[in-house]
């Protein structure tokens, strides 16, 4: 493949535009706010993000280039095909359901990250822990997206993927760091819009190459390859109900999505963004669908790919760049595919500003310096923005299975993070020791199951399992939701007996070691929280405090609308009382 300079062109338009947007977001985000919320602005942008701008950035939460390419790649797949393309409907089902159930209670109590209420009700011990699942899939994550980033841009100029990776990585981190999110959010605008616009401008010209079938002969015919709707098979019925609970169920807990409902003037304002980024979801997957169906009912031995297919080269994850490269005008081609590459770095860039504002918030700020001033914050924040985009970047060049580390890291998010998201939430008297209890048990469970990505057998051997090529089994089960429902009734069983032990006196209180029972209600440890009511609601974390409340109690929490929502927790609802 030659050296091709208009697709240059069109990769460093579209760069030196979204670049562009993103500097002038960081110029607005100085401008908003006092100088003495510089961090929360960057983290969650002042708390002002309108609908518009809001609903665009939200939507790009989970529609970037893993999401794109993904779609096609499962609708051409032959023996998968549309039934197996779960990301558009798993992910919209799970931006409603977060609206619904989990955006009101978040955004209500002012939090500022999504950590926040596990520090809150656990300590810094839990929060910690918590993180960790946290970290690898926002991390995994922006590896997997910029390696993605990098293969697709090699085909559009034939370029070394390892350069188009750092240049893409460099640019995605230099404006984050500078602007947060307000330079995510804006340039979340421009990139869905050129993604939206590349894809829907090349989709007729694709469709009417002569070497394309009419799709709607192929989606129930085999002409070129089986039908690309695609079907379930009675024996994965249960695999495709484990891997849609995951994208579902297992797409909220993540602070990409929550730093965008935190982000919002009112709760209700979370809500709506929630449900017009479910509706984003949906729209911006047809066109993938479209092409996928299309790289389906192409006759590739007529085209210049020549053969074999893209299925028997192993280049199937490439469909949605290969369609528009071959299928296209050199002109559409390099539209499409440039505002494609363009708009990966959607997802990335939100990855990396999550786990930034997780570490500088939960672990550096509330866990190590809880006196740190806003200043301070905002260089951690700045930092760790650089060396997690730069871990990032090192883990897509290096790493030969980081699809299959972001697998086995977003299994943990759902199977670890979402029950404990649940009991903090909305289940009274949880305390640390069941949340301890629910982390181990859903870690060890989804580690003995196994991981084919990973190679990684597993020691656990479910009903159904069966050994695929590399004789690494692979399981039928849904091991996946039995784990994450083993965490969830763990952490209630555990949490409810380590309470009745020590209320009842069989443990006297100084077994206590993590203060989460006995402790709770002693005036003397308010390491948990500190509930002021005020007009100005300060909550004070993680930092040993006298009964009397003086004016220089830090403000960890502060958020006008935070008794608006009734607490769910009993413990914190008793010592109001008492006091």
Known sequence: M?????????????????????IWAAWKTKNTGSDGDRSEAIIVGGRDIGLLVGGFTMTATWVGGGYINGTAEAVYVP??????????IGYSLSLVLGGLFFAKPMRSKGYVTMLDPFQQ???????GLLFIPALMGEMFWAAAIFSALGATISVIIDINVNISVIISALIATMYTLVGG???VAYTDVVQLFCIFLGLWISVPFAMSHPAVTDIGLTAVHQVHQPPWLGSINSLDIYTWLDNFLLLTLGGIPWQAYFQRVLSSSSATYAQVLSFL??????????????????????AWNETEYG??????????????????QYLCPVYISFFGLGAVSAAVMSSADSSILSASSMFARNIYQLSFRQNASDREIVWVMRITVFLFGASATAMALLASSVYGLWYLSSDLVYIIIFPQLLCVLFIKGTNTYGAIAGYLFGLVLRITGGEPYLYLQPLIYYPGCYPDENNIYIQRFPFKTLAMLTSFFTNIIVSYLAKYLFESGTLPPKLDFLDAVVARYSREHMDKATLVKSDNIVLNELAPVNPR???????????????????????????????
Request: charged residues 15%.
């Open 307 to 324: 053969v074999p297919d893209p299925m028997t080269k192993k280049e199937a994850d490439m469909i949605l760049p290969i369609v528009l």
């Open 79 to 88: 023996g998968y095909g549309l039934a197996w393309a779960q990301a558009p």
């Open 181 to 183: 999110l307000y330079s």
């Open 549 to 579: 409340h003086s004016l220089t109690l830090s403000s960890t929490f502060t958020n006008k609308e935070a008794f608006n929502y009734v607490d769910s927790s009993p413990e914190l609802s008793n010592t109001e009382d008492d006091n």
């Open 2 to 22: 030659a050296f091709h300079a208009e697709g240059l062109v069109a990769i460093v338009v579209f760069y030196l535009a979204i670049l562009a947007v993103g």
């Open 277 to 298: 980024a479910a509706f984003g979801c949906l729209v911006m997957a047809l066109p993938a669908v479209l092409i996928g169906a299309i790289g389906a009912s192409t």
């Open 121 to 127: 009700l656990y300590g810094k011990r839990m929060g």
